[in-house]
């Protein structure tokens, strides 16, 4: 790509130093057209938030709505977030949504028809996901196999093995402790105050995290000389997620408290966050990804890599099978079914390329949440589920087209 020396773009303004006129809101409008991959969609996110909390008269951001939101898409959110993975690594996975049902399945013969002590069949049910993304990633990083031929494989073979286990009947219920991880609540632990003390808590300290992490790794940039968005930007942006953060923390707490699906979330979101930030393997991944050729070249074992993707989305799977039957208290041979789209259209939704090598986790759950928002919205006003999947495919479209519009723009 050549750059045209003759440019007469002016320069920016020197750091610390105020802008005249328009100059600020040119500054940080330039700093939003850089990394509107970052904020567009926190941005659109906000506004169909916005727009249904209208639409619904307030019903929206009801605190028991908002904890159902929690719980109606955290299964989705688990998958979108093995998905992004696999996406940024150049490939895809159709078998997500079968392999959920096959996983709830086995869970329910071995804890409804064999009474097995329901930990060591959570244990068993990851293993046993793990194991069944390994198998796939084995066929499509060392055997060469296309990932969307070795997963379209997948999606037969596990909903069919469902149909096999559960002998084409519904079968449960699970055991109260599972239906608590799904359904329940964060315990209440010191004084009447009006509001859920642990969640208020805990939703103080990831403000705290998040406030750091941003503040760091803004630091981090600067030593290394990389681009970062202006301070009125950067001051902006903390604001606005400090404040939703505290909105949604206020709004749960003034509830039941914090989902316990939520606390996996959030664990999920900070460990895979590191992972793909700060470890070699998530740099691996990426690099994998975005450029294959250069990443053998540099030493990347690009096939370890892909098998380890594919066994952690096996993984992500089952725990998110295991997560749906016991939010629904049964394993059906129909569960499952168009999850594996809706894990996609997350990912591109939040940020992932077709072509490999960009997304973020958190985008992911944006993604996600998009989603979920839009479903929830239009179930409130009425909205049919037909017009509802002509928006939530033109929604991905949108997503999908920005993201090619983006390319050419900055590549021209």
Known sequence: MSTDVTDKSPAPAPPGKAADGGGLLQLMLDGMRR?????????????????FAVWTDGDLLLPRNVSNLVLQNSYILILAMGMMLVIIAGHIDLSVGSLTAFVGSIAAVLMVKNDLPWPLAVVLCLLLGAAAGAMQGFFIAYLGIPSFIVTLAGMLLFRGLTEIFLEGQTLGPFPKGLQKVANGFLPEVGPNTNYHNLTLLLGFALIAFVIYQEMRDRKRSQEFSLEVPPVKLFVLKIVALVSALLTVTLLLASYKGAPVVLLILGVLVV???????????????????????????????????????????????????????????????????????EAIAASFIGGA???????????????????????N????????TDWQQVIKGMVLLAAVGFDVWNKRKVGS
């Open 35 to 51: 990394n509107m991959r970052q904020y567009g969609m926190l941005i659109a996110l906000g506004l169909i938030v916005a727009l």
């Open 271 to 341: 460990g895979f966050g590191y992972v793909m930030r700060n470890a070699i393997v998530g740099r691996h991944i990426y690099a994998i990804g975005g450029n294959l050729p250069a990443a053998k070249l540099s030493g990347v074992k690009d096939k370890k890599v892909t098998f380890l993707v594919f066994l952690n989305m096996g993984m992500m799977a089952a725990l998110a099978g295991l997560v749906f039957a016991a939010r629904f208290n049964a394993a059906s041979p129909k569960a499952g079914l168009n999850f594996e789209l």
């Open 377 to 384: 919205g239009m179930n409130l006003v009425g909205v049919g």
């Open 353 to 375: 390329s077709m072509s490999g090598g960009v997304g973020t986790v958190l985008g992911a759950i944006i993604g996600g949440l998009v989603l979920g928002v839009l479903n």
